[in-house]
């Protein structure tokens, strides 16, 4: 190995390390998986990127096992940024934003979206797409995973955004990804060499699988599993757009150096209602309810969440803007609820926004009140700092887990199903005794709004069950997902804990296609191998952190 690198470290500008720091740094993500790399390497420019490539081709037409996995802020939850061969990290140097238009930006794969988000809101733009990750992930990350957040329900997932996007493609070329119309795709088409064979190929396998492909589709507002072919070709208007493929593909396709995003214009007045519910059977028409009323999202954490915030107050007033004992004092309520044993099942946050805040406020009103008839107690929150409580539980919810619970950890395998909201009245009576039958403890967080749910179950450490209680449970709720015709993933992605199950979910014939665009791509299975195909579950199990 050690030549290897070295012949690695000849052909780039930056840097390569295998140091056991370093590799100890990248083996984990936010999964509950552990991967050693070989080695981690930093591109300066997408010359060395284009380098890397070319020789991983070589080595491997050469028969030696190499691989490269493209790597962000390394915040994914599914192992989808881990590999034990050479992790590419691109945060160092593919850092900056190149350019603002009057409604989008162009920015290198490796920008914090903290970073991007600093920048539009001065000129009072916003990529509304953000991950509750937001402080701590990167806008390539955000590509590869096709990330959504809080603004879903409003503004939709990253796929929205990408207008344009360069790739390193596996004959390390950079090629530039965007929609084509017909004429611009004959042309394409018409190349030699590599990219002339993609667009022809990719072209025959969407149209050639029409009707199969728009019909595979998951109904539900949002989906990160799968490679999303039924969104690449649109008959009707003749567009040709590969960007919807290579968003949401985990890096298994190729190398994301830059992204063109359209951004909104955000609205600027919102007003939250948050609702405390003890009976979770009540979420269906609660749900329903509120959305007759546009709101921009609604999310929601549970009692054990809340008794965790409520345990690490100092921690989460420590990260609020204000004098210390006015968030103090703004928490009385809570601390009041937690004293007398009144926390609820479930809290809802419910934001809606307007031009104004009149208009804000007026939405939010009617909101509230058309809850009446369920009993529950609701709050109309009056100012952006009280909501900021409530919003700063939820975003940091998964994180709390992660970082606070002793002797035990966060196992997130069951994490981001989504079933379509109308479903949950009969979806979720089903679930909850799957999970109590496994005698769990486990958190839910999530968008309810959108019928997508964040489940994590806390694992004990070293616990010998721990391994064979993934694998049951897991089966259980996703062939309950299935069977709702939900998908397993709403942003999270498929990753190391998921990919094996892309066959159940799509049906054989779907699978093959997915398994066909990777050969497109990737014939030597070059990037992020055993994600989204060629998935193992057993080297999966293999690698659990626990
Ligand atoms: C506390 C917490 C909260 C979270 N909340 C959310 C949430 O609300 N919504 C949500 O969608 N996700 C959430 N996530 C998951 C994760 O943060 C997001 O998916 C995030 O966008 C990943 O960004 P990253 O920079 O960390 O990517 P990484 O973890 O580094 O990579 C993610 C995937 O993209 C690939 N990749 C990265 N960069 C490139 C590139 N340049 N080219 C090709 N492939 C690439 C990697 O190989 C990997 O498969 C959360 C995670 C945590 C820890």
């Given amino acids: 190995m050690a030549e290897i690198l070295k012949q690695i470290q000849n052909l780039i500008k930056g840097e390569i390390k295998d140091d056991s720091a370093t590799l100890g740094l990248f083996s984990t993500d936010a999964s509950f998986y552990k991967v050693w790399p070989r080695a981690v390497v930093y591109p300066k420019d997408v010359a060395d990127i284009q380098a890397v490539v070319k020789f991983a081709a070589q080595e491997k037409a050469a028969g030696r096992d190499i691989s490269l996995t493209a790597r962000g802020a390394g915040t994914d939850m599914s192992g989808g940024a881990l590999g034990q061969s050479l992790i590419l990290s691109l945060p160092k140097y593919f850092n900056r934003i190149r350019s603002f238009g009057q409604d989008f930006v162009v920015a ?20 509304p797409s953000f991950p509750a990750s937001k402080e701590i992930c990167t806008v390539g990350g955000m590509v590869a995973n096709n990330s959504g957040g809080e603004l879903n329900l409003q503004y939709g997932k990253t796929e929205r955004y990408v207008r344009e996007l360069k790739m390193v493609c596996s004959d390390g070329q950079e090629y530039l990804f965007k929609p084509l119309s017909a004429l611009e795709l004959k042309k394409k088409q018409q190349k030699d060499g590599f990219e002339g ?3 022809r190929q990719l ?37 040709f757009d590969p960007t919807q493929l290579l968003v949401g593909s985990q890096g298994t396709l190729g190398v994301i150096t830059e992204i063109k995003f359209g951004l909104v214009e955000p609205r600027l007045h919102e007003r939250l209602v948050v609702i405390f519910l003890n009976d979770l059977q009540q979420i269906p028409n609660v749900v329903g309810k509120l959305l007759k ?37 703004g928490f009385l309520p809570e601390l009041w609820m937690a004293l007398t044993g009144g926390i609820p099942k479930l809290v809802l946050l419910a934001e809606f926004s307007g031009d104004s805040e009149r208009e804000a406020g007026a939405i939010a009103r009617q909101a509230q009140e058309s809850l009446k008839e369920f009993n529950l107690k609701t709050k109309l929150i009056d100012s952006p700092a009280d909501a900021e409580k409530y919003w700063i539980i939820r975003r940091e919810s998964f994180n709390m887990l992660r970082h606070h619970v002793r002797g035990m950890r966060t196992a997130p395998f069951i994490d981001d199903f989504v079933v379509r909201p109308e479903a949950l009245g009969e979806f979720l009576p089903k679930l909850y005794p799957i999970l109590n039958k496994y005698n769990l403890t486990y958190t839910i967080a999530g968008h309810v709004g959108d019928g997508n749910f964040h489940i994590i179950p806390l694992i004990k450490l070293k616990d010998p069950k721990a391994a064979e209680m993934v694998k049951n449970l897991g089966k259980e709720v996703y062939d309950l997902v299935f069977a709702y015709k939900g998908s397993m993933s709403g942003e999270h992605n498929d990753g190391l804990v998921r990919s094996h199950y892309l066959q159940q979910m799509y049906g054989p014939a779907v699978y093959k296609l997915f398994e066909q665009t990777k050969k497109i791509f990737d014939p030597q299975d070059i990037f992020n191998p055993g994600k989204k195909v060629n998935s193992s579950f057993e080297y999966s199990q293999q690698h659990l952190d626990i």
Avoid: C, H
Avoid at 108 to 127: C, H, I, M, P, Q
């Fill in 203 to 239: 072209f025959e396998l969407v149209d050639k699988n029409y009707d199969l492909l728009k019909a595979a589709k998951p109904e539900v507002s949002k989906n990160s599993a799968g490679y999303y072919l039924w969104n690449v070709y649109d008959r009707q208007t003749g567009i």
């Fill in 197 to 199: 064979g993609l667009y």
């Fill in 108 to 127: 290198e794969a490796g920008v914090f979206y903290r970073d991007l988000e600093k920048e539009a809101s001065t000129r009072n733009l916003l990529l």
């Fill in 293 to 329: 009323f546009n709101p921009q999202s609604i999310e929601s954490y549970d009692d054990k969440t809340f008794r965790l915030a409520i345990k690490l107050l100092p921690d989460i007033v420590a990260r609020l803007k204000g004098g210390i004992f006015k968030l103090l004092f």
